[in-house]
Every structure is written in C-alpha cells, then in structure tokens.
C-alpha cells in the first residue's frame, strides 16, 4: 500500500492567500485526521472524519479553516485567508478504527505564510 | 490544564544508557494509551501501546501506565543513538487521540 499522501509537501505563501492542503487516505480505512504540528502547541487534531462525515471539528481554530471529504478517498483542508501564524505542519491521518494503534500518518504538508 | 503533558527535554543519555521518558494526564477515563516516535522532519510512528496497568515489554522497549496516579512511561533500555528523536504520549479521549508535546532525547554516541 502507498500509505497516506499529501501534497504539497511544502508550501509557502503571502498572507491572505488561499492555501488548500491535499490527502489520499490508505485505501478501505474509514476515519480520516487532520492534525496540525507547531513547536508551541505540539500535534492537535483539527477534525475527522468517519465514512466521509465529519465526526468532530472541535478543534478547527476559526472560521479560516475548513475541511471537506467528498469522497472516502480524498480529503482537503482549506485555509481562508492564510495568516502568519497558521504556518505549522499539517498532517494527514487514516484508521480503519479510532484507536492510536491503528492510525497511519502522511508525511505531512509544511505550510510557510509569509 | 493540558490534557497530556510531558517535559519537553532534551534528555540526554549515553549510548548503552537506559532513557526514562515521562507522562502525565488529566482524563481518569482514557483506557488506552500510546508511545510515538517523531524523526526531525518526519511523521509519528506508533512504537508500544498499553491498555492495562502494569508493564509491557517490547524488544528494548517497556511501557509502564499507572492509572490511580495518571502516568504513563516508556523506558528504552541500551540507548542507541538512532533513538534519537521525540517521542509522543498520546491517549483516547472521547474517540479522538489526544498528543502530548513529546520530549526530545538524545543518545550520545
């Protein structure tokens, strides 16, 4: 299996911008993650998703950020418009259940706003 | 409070050493709980996982929960210096897996 992908592996955009983060989740894993990685707040989880549905979007900072699955294999996170702070790594997770043993992680999208 | 908090380090420890990494957390109702390894630049790998207290044992890996007291360890015995990283306790919160901040360890050669 391919594993989990995202692209852009790195982006770096001006402030105001659009950025859109991309990801394939492992083939027949039904729960799909979004995380976002900074030095000063570790690794959150910003939503998931279970069977296309989005489960829990707690932690998704501000109305800037959203998440779409509109299939189970794929899935965007959207930023609108992009701030400084919003640079961090975002990473990508799949299941086939929601349990830490079971979950798989993208190389991680590095978002730079400028 | 955060809900997973861990000495973000670095922890240094000779090559050959034993490194004792440390966790707290403040969910009496988490049951399951988990060590992740992070390469600089890479994504978190899953290294042990523990459901009960007590120890559990995994080649040089042993995972220690101690649920009355809340904490969760992980001690790497004969350190190698490709232990180098940060390593994330993590735990199941309502069905989401809550990470802690991770602390970093280096094994000096």
């Known amino acids: 299996d391919a594993g989990v992908i995202q692209s852009p592996r790195h982006e770096v955009t001006e402030m105001g911008q659009e950025v859109t983060l991309r990801c394939k989740p492992i083939?027949?894993?039904?729960?799909l993650f979004w995380y976002r990685q900074t030095m000063m707040r570790g690794l959150e989880l910003l939503i998931y998703?279970?069977?296309?549905?989005?489960?829990?979007d707690s932690g998704m900072p501000e109305d800037r950020f959203s998440a779409k699955m509109p299939n189970a294999s794929f899935s965007t996170l959207k930023i609108q418009p992009s701030e400084p702070r919003d640079s961090a790594v975002y990473f990508c997770?799949?299941?086939?259940?929601?349990?830490?043993?079971?979950?798989?992680f993208g190389e991680g999208s590095w978002l730079t706003v400028v | 409070q955060k809900e997973v908090e861990q000495n973000s380090g670095p922890l240094s420890v000779p090559e050959g050493a034993i490194a004792s990494l440390n966790c707290t957390y403040s969910?009496?109702?988490?049951?399951?709980f988990f060590w992740y390894r992070q390469y600089s630049g890479k994504s978190p790998e899953l290294i042990m996982s523990?459901?009960?207290?007590g120890d559990k044992e995994d080649g040089r890996f042993t995972a220690q929960l101690n649920k009355a007291s809340q904490y969760v360890s992980l001690l790497i015995r004969d350190s190698q210096p490709s232990d180098s990283a940060t390593y994330l306790c993590?735990?199941?919160?309502?069905?989401?897996?809550?990470f802690g901040s991770g602390t970093r360890l280096l094994v000096r050669p």
């Open positions: 998703f279970n069977n296309n549905v989005p489960i829990d």
């Open positions: 997770a799949s299941s086939w259940q929601v349990s830490g043993n079971t979950i798989y």
């Open positions: 083939s027949g894993h039904d729960y």
């Open positions: 969910d009496r109702v988490s049951q399951s």
């Open positions: 993590a735990l199941d919160s309502s069905y989401k897996l809550i």
């Open positions: 523990i459901y009960s207290n």
